[in-house]
């Protein structure tokens, strides 16, 4: 299997995409994850694939948020335990891969292509499309360690420890279309029935409850994801509106918590 994970939205591009991987495949079963990444958005985009790929072992994934396509930025092949990851070193899927357990990398060369602009078609679905014949990555790129990927630490998964140990920081990874807004602290670290954040430098509690029916409409409230991270939410409202989020912005819990 081969799946896709982009920000091309509803267009014509996923088409050809696809046409690159089934002119060399042509019985290859190809699953879409999304393509509503939104444009560019590449901590978005590292979210979805870091909870979401490892659902699908044994696959090749061909993940394009790709910003500085056409730049000196690398396209690599990351070789996982049972998968691979195909796509731009740019930050995208290296939380994945560590998640997934590297065994290899390697550096896609870019042969002499008409057309900068799109490599997820001209580069990326090709070489994913070999790769899923069986065909050997060493063949494909070259070589590379993986202590040389591009790592932004885009998901913070270190929970963003604070040397003074009175407060956890964090960021928003993901904004679903609801508006529940997905950060990047952990869950365990709220021990009170009221945690108290501050966002965009303002302090406010807010319940934490174990799911959005519980609370009063128009509520902001602190849930475990169905992914496991901590996410604020407002039931049946935009929680990202109410707050003013965006994906990136930085989050604090105050203590207690429990390490």
């Known amino acids: 299997m081969i799946t896709l994970t982009t920000d091309f939205g509803n267009s014509h591009y996923v088409a050809q995409v696809k046409s690159s991987i089934l002119k060399i495949n042509p019985k290859v079963r190809i ?46 092949i ?24 590297i065994r ?42 993986a202590d040389d990927l591009v790592d932004p630490s885009f998901l913070d998964l270190e929970f963003g420890k604070s040397p003074s140990g009175k407060y956890v920081k964090g960021k928003i990874l993901f904004i ?15 021990t009170d029935e009221r945690p108290l954040f501050e966002i965009d430098g303002r302090k406010m509690g807010m319940r934490f409850l174990d799911t959005y029916a519980h609370s009063d409409q128009g509520e902001v ?11 604020l939410a407002s039931f049946g409202q935009d929680c990202s509106e109410i707050l003013g989020l965006r994906v ?7 203590k207690p918590y429990t390490p």
Not at 78 to 101: H, I, Q, W, Y
Not at 177 to 185: A, M, N, P, Q
Not at 221 to 231: D, H, K, P, Q
């Open 221 to 231: 409230v602190a849930i475990t994801s169905s992914s496991g991270f901590l996410e």
């Open 31 to 76: 699953l879409d994850i999304t393509h509503e990444i939104p444009p560019h958005d590449v901590i978005s985009g590292s979210y979805v694939l870091y909870t979401t790929l490892p659902l699908f072992p044994g696959s090749v994934h061909i993940c394009v948020v790709d910003p500085g396509v056409g730049t000196a930025r690398r396209g690599v």
């Open 248 to 254: 990136g912005d930085p989050i604090i819990l105050f």
């Open 176 to 190: 679903d279309r609801f508006g529940d807004c997905v950060t990047s602290l952990a869950p365990h670290l709220l």
């Open 104 to 145: 290899g990398c390697y550096r896609i060369p870019e042969p002499g292509l008409d057309h900068k602009t799109f490599h997820g078609r001209d580069i990326f679905a090709p070489v994913g499309a070999l790769l899923n014949l069986r065909k050997d990555p060493k063949d494909l790129g070259e070589e590379m360690d």
């Open 78 to 101: 990351v070789e996982c335990v049972d998968s691979f990851l195909v796509g731009p070193d740019n930050g995208l899927m290296v939380d994945t891969a560590r998640k997934l357990g």
